[in-house]
């Protein structure tokens, strides 16, 4: 199957309320794990890169490979910029053939992201490419205060962001963070249900490692069409080379590592993408 664009990817998992796997990759082996994942699964996906991915690879390489590994794939992916706050970043994927963007504003002041937003907006539109928008910085697990909830700017703020931008997915912070939480997160789900019925729009859930199924149904029911889902797959890339390296101490034989690197990335991919209930959802 050729790439599918990302918004028909979204929207079909919001009209239907299943979520779609948005994994990050750091490479060749994670870009493969992750693809054939939700081929075995016949699930869609939407494999992400971060900016240090296409800095450290080269926009040119990340896009020949996913050409050529997407080829052979026969469910609807698609290839997307994670927070990205580099304009010219979000020009140069977008021109490569990137299919969606995260254009990460969060630091600048609401009025000048917005601005911003909107020429993102047009850009990506001349492109067939979805945008993604936030407001709110995410921050890191361990930079979260206990009783930390929902984001800094209010429902309104963020309604208004949405409309006057005509971003196509909204990444709310709902209490949710990047890493490996420590407890179950105390997260706003009213949060994701008075956006989606007031805009329309479905809502990426970011920071998806380490929150409950009970979470994740919830949320994805509420109109969390995209689950991004990083962390876990650097811990399975990481720790299956450091379990098998001890194992192993004395082999040196980098074909048989990644062996069982890609087995530790594609189990957590499955387990993730069917907690989403895509399996089986494939057009
Ligand atoms: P985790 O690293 O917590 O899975 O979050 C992923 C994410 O939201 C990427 O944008």
């Not at 929207?11 to 992750?34: H, K, S, W």
Request: proline content about 4%; overall charge negative; glycine content about 6%.
């Amino acid at each position: 199957m050729p790439v599918v664009p990302t918004q028909q990817i979204v929207e079909e998992a919001f009209r239907e309320r299943y979520g779609v796997a948005a994994i990050n990759v750091v490479n060749d082996l994670t870009m493969e794990a992750v693809l054939s994942a939700a081929e075995e699964l016949r699930a869609p996906i939407i494999v992400q890169t971060s900016v240090k991915t296409v800095k450290s690879i080269g926009a040119d390489v990340l896009i020949a490979m996913w050409r050529a590994m997407v080829d052979r794939t026969s469910v609807p992916a698609a290839l997307h910029l994670d927070h990205c706050p580099e304009r010219e970043v979000i020009s140069l994927c977008l021109e490569k053939g990137w299919n969606s963007v995260l254009f990460d504003g969060s630091k600048l002041s609401v009025e000048e992201n917005k601005r911003q937003t909107i020429e993102v907006v047009a850009e990506a539109r001349r492109h067939g490419a979805l945008v993604e928008g936030e407001i709110e910085a995410f921050k890191r697990v361990e930079e979260m205060a206990d009783d930390e909830q929902a984001g800094e700017q209010g429902l309104e703020t963020a309604l208004d962001f949405i409309r006057s931008t005509q971003v196509d997915v909204y990444a709310p912070a709902i209490g949710n963070a990047h890493g490996m939480y420590t407890t179950t997160p105390k997260l706003d789900n009213q949060r994701v249900t008075d956006i989606v019925e007031a805009t329309g729009i479905p809502v990426a859930l970011h920071g998806g490692t380490g929150m409950t199924a009970d979470q994740f149904s919830d949320l994805i029911a509420r109109g969390c069409a995209k689950v991004n889902i990083s962390t876990a797959l650097k811990i399975a890339f990481i720790q299956s080379g450091y379990d098998y390296v001890t194992a192993h101490p004395t082999e040196y034989d980098p074909p048989k590592l990644f062996v069982a690197q890609r087995a530790a990335v594609l189990e957590m991919a499955k387990e993730h993408i069917s907690r989403f209930g895509a399996q089986g959802r494939a057009w």
